[in-house]
């Protein structure tokens, strides 16, 4: 598929990049254009008068991937429901606080630090709080000679949410939904890519699992 023609509502003939303050960018539909790491459709995109030849739901927001030369795609949800902004996030372990969210981008949508918030996770409200954390990143590894190594490092400000009721909350709820110590073992960066939607901006989020990623190691 020509690029110009790769699906993606930011190249769809209903795609209106004018409304920057509530992301309603559709004409056809009435949702919250999130922002997310990946690609985002639907059943009646058009470009050019091309349309899809692929199986979608009327109605329904779908984000994609075409890396593997086919379109693998995973449903957001009904266009109803996408009424808040949707934004990606990683879910990975700090060395202090277990397992916690790190807003890769979109750091506007969150708290100031040391401030406390809710995050539903699994349907249930659970208690989180965001705070920058000075965090030592290794910088360069410098090689001494013989084989041996010397690591510089380097302190950061890391910004992120931990949870206040247990540091495996978020763990033990991925691994409810993917087989994460399995993942892990396959892979070379431990973080797990996820969403968070903002329901109420700097006091209550919505964390949800990001499927598409994952579909090698999804529960039954």
Known sequence: ???????????????????????????????????????????????????????????????????????VYAPIGPMEDIQSILVSVSVRRDEDHGWIIFPRQYRHYFPEPDTRVVVIVGERKCAFQAINAERKLAAEMIPMGGGQWETHYHTQHVYMLYSLESPDLLYDWLDSVIDIERMIADSLAPSIFAFVEVRNRNQEYVLHADLLAYGDYLRD
């Not at 598929?1 to 993606?8: A, C, I, Y």
């Not at 050019?48 to 086919?70: A, F, I, P």
């Open 1 to 71: 598929m020509e690029s110009h023609r790769r699906p993606d509502c930011a190249n769809c003939r209903f795609y209106n990049q004018n409304d920057a303050v509530t992301e309603r960018r559709c004409s056809k539909h009435d949702f919250v254009m999130p922002r997310i790491d990946w690609q985002i459709v639907c059943k009646d995109w058009q470009n050019d008068g091309h349309r899809l030849k692929v199986e979608m739901d009327e109605d329904t927001l779908y984000y994609y991937s075409g890396g593997s030369g086919e379109m």
